[in-house]
């Protein structure tokens, strides 16, 4: 305080007070006073009871009023200190500004909106309430118009010139929507370069949407403008080189994603790298680990991707954070305590209606406070209430409040698929001392507002029967246990490609015991056949190291020439046997893990199997690994995409194909610079920074010719010549090649997974690869408890994502590994031994195993529950002839169900 001149200016414009205490009467003290009034020059300090809520708001009047510097204001923010073994970064991204493109005109024109803004009018909770409105009237657009790759794979310097991956995808989802929400003739156009579908099920999700009138057109609009009445104006150039001018009512940008500067700066700060397009640079058999040890990443910080993946890298980062904090598992864990279970037997049903309006997906349709009001009037329903989000936590602790305050015992929640939230409610439940089986959810969002949204009055007299029902349930329903049951600590992994011995490194250094079976002679699958990943990393070197580190591993078991013979048993107690060279061996372990493969297509066109001059990719791959020199004498070179792909019989894209036949070509310009290189495709989806691969390969001359399904490439023998016809369609005319060599992108097709499939119960999709619990809220998981799913069993991908699936995968059974006991379902079979014969009709028609006759000690043939592997699933209750098997809450319960909604 020495510069202190004792002016007055900081206690006069100081706007604090003293505290909540002084506000009465006694509010003139400031936070700046006179501190030795009988000093001269008169010195001022701060009272820091009154400061302190100023300085955490950043207020500094004082320091700025100051005529002579004496008062320092440092803008001091609170530091908090973690001890931890390991970082996590799951920062994400920000989508691109297209403000910065002048020609889309985006905050200028009303009706120009980017994808981010128009998923937030499609949502209920939005500001617009579901409903798309165009400005200024609010009227309904007619024709919608997604332009697609706004900010990525931008060549102006104004975006990014990498793929941001997830926006096709998330445009036809878009367009989809729009046309549920509008009503009437509606029109959606997506304009577009190449389109990029190329996740599980996308191809079918995109030739759906063509199907349902969704236009695609291969053109990016130029210019837009606005007339009079707020329409928009877009000018593009067609296919055939024509300039169209077309009218729509709205345009939506799809935006790419990006790192934010200040992140970017701080990832960089903490000594991570980052590449040229602010992206943690990660290895491809590494792909969360960073360039600082102990630090993972996962997400959008390492390159764009799309929700499932997010998940996958996240459960990979913890495996990897994992590996080293094994030895401090559970020591700083606290255990959930929830309030004594309250006895409901001999009570009355008291019973709590919860009507949600999920925004305006049900609410929009449905009649919400009509739902409520019906609902007031049925039997044993002693308390109703509607909710605007019921899922939500606010709503969780009410709901809470309320079954203790009116002292309800059974809840009835009407709102959406109990798939989705009924964990959630069921948690709730036990917070409030109810036991979790106690809830009944109407489903009248998917089965009443989204199937009838054309229909108000029918949705809601629907939703009314669904509610009835629902009460009359759970006015039967009763407590069920969730006995527990141990576990064996240790893993198995079925398939020994790059996936399987990934995984079981991931549990082994976690230090749980793992068999890891491979039914061929040798480790490594697909990727001995393979040369390089997309960034150059050499793949057999990488395999070598692997399968070293595995053999290595005293907590690894290798079976080789080895398959699955048979297996039973549940999550945490399975018991598996094996065929081993012959020879069965059986195992007890908690957990499964399948990453069982698949492999490469073998052709049945372009000359496959006649002409040694037309290979694949890995026989290419091969071919190049023993000796690349015959590539410098050749002249010219066909790649030929989507062999055996995105066709009805695989109506799939193969995903790598692409990447691989981009970086094969360049590999070819840079042993002969002079050879002719054609790739001749139906959309390059070289996703995410394998973008810049496609740009470096037309830079370096590679030819790409776009060819559509009803026109594929002819190739003939002329001579002893190969001969290549394709349409071009920018030229409107056959072109003919005369390569020295073709290579087919073939597809990727699954091993026979039907066998295992059935012995461990898990489901195939329609194209055969194994089906995970839920795409993107359990991607590594099966619907069967404890059994995962890694690599390319579950869908063609690259080595990275291999890898990332299989340390997720890891990550996902070392939840259920690292327990002492796991908790079984209450809702499964049960027997009433007065009724049961033994006949066995129960034991044949359980698919999992989970029902057995047995002979009691009394000489009696009956049938008892396996709880631990019941699914509930009630094919038992079908085929008992006596009604001596059933399923809690679905016995006589299902039948009052079926009576109550017979009721007129």
Known sequence: MDKCIACGECTKKCPGKTGDEYNEGLDKRKAIYVAYPQAVPLKYAIDPAVCLKLLKDKCGTCAKVCPTGAINYEDKEEILTLNVGSVIMAAGFKPF??????????????????????????????????????FPD?????????????????????????????????????????????????????????MRTYGKDFEKYYERAKDQGVRFVRSRIHTITQDENHKLIATYVSEDGRNITEVFDMVVLSVGM?????????????????????????????????????????????????????????????????????????????????????????????????????????????????????????????????????????????????????????????????????????????????????????????????????????????????????????????????????????GLVIGGGVAGMTSALGLAKQGFFTTLVEKEAVLGGNALHLNQTWKGEPIAENVAKLVKEVRENPLIQVFTGATVKDTAGFIGNFKTTLSVNGRDQTIDHGAVIIATGAKERKPTEYLYGEDERVLTHLELDQRMAKDSSFLKTMNAAVFIQCVGSREPERPYCSKVCCTHSVKSALKFKELNPDMDVYVLYRDIRTYGQREEKYKEARDKGVIFVRYDLDHKPLVQKEGSSLAVTVRDHVLGMNLGLEPDLIVLASAIVPEDNAALAQMFKLSLNDDRFFMEAHAKLRPVDFATDGIFLAGMAHYPKPVEESIAQAKAAASRATVVLSKETVTVDGVVSQVNEALCRGCGACEDACAFGAIAVHIREDGVKIASVQQALCKGCAACSVACPTGAAGVFHYNNEVLTMIETALES
Not at 110 to 132: C, D, K, M, Q, Y
């Open 97 to 134: 500004d297209p403000s910065r493109l002048d020609n889309l005109q985006y905050a200028k024109f009303p009706n120009v909106v980017t994808s981010i803004e128009f998923e937030r009018i499609l949502s209920a909770g939005g500001p617009t309430h579901g409903h798309i409105e165009c």
């Open 138 to 194: 609010k009227a309904e657009p007619k024709k919608i118009a997604w332009l697609q790759c706004v900010g990525s794979r931008d060549q102006n310097k104004c975006g990014n010139s990498y793929c941001s991956s997830v926006c096709c995808m998330y445009a036809v989802k878009e367009a989809m929507m729009a046309k549920d929400h509008i009503s009437g003739e509606f029109e959606a156009s997506i304009f577009l370069m190449d």
């Open 258 to 490: 990006e790192t934010p500067a200040d992140l970017a700066a701080v990832v960089r700060n903490m000594g991570i790298e980052l590449n040229a397009n602010n992206f943690v640079v990660t290895d491809s058999f590494s792909p969360v680990e960073t360039s600082r040890k102990g630090f993972y990443v996962c997400g959008a910080l390492q390159e764009p991707k799309d929700i499932p993946m997010a998940v996958m890298e996240a459960s990979a980062a913890a495996c990897d954070a994992g590996t080293s904090l094994s030895p401090a598992r559970g020591t700083l864990t606290r255990t959930r305590t929830y309030p004594a279970e309250t006895d409901i037997m001999g009570q009355d049903p008291r019973i709590g209606v919860f009507v949600c309006n999920c925004g305006t997906n049900i609410g929009g349709i449905v009649n919400v406070p009509d739902v409520a009001a019906y609902a007031r009037t049925l039997p044993h329903v002693a308390f109703v209430e509607e909710n605007m989000f019921t899922c939500s936590q606010d709503t969780q602790n009410k709901m809470k409040q309320v079954i203790e305050k009116n002292g309800l015992n059974r809840i009835v929640v009407a709102a959406c698929t109990p798939r989705t939230h009924e964990p959630l409610f069921q948690e709730t439940l036990k917070d409030a001392g109810l036991n979790k089986y106690l809830i009944e959810m109407a489903n009248i969002r998917n089965q009443c507002s989204w199937v009838h949204s054309k229909e108000p009055e029918l949705a809601t007299a629907k939703a009314k029967d669904l509610v009835r029902i629902a009460v009359a349930k759970a006015s039967l329903m009763r407590a069920l246990p969730q006995p527990t049951v141990g576990i064996v600590q240790k």
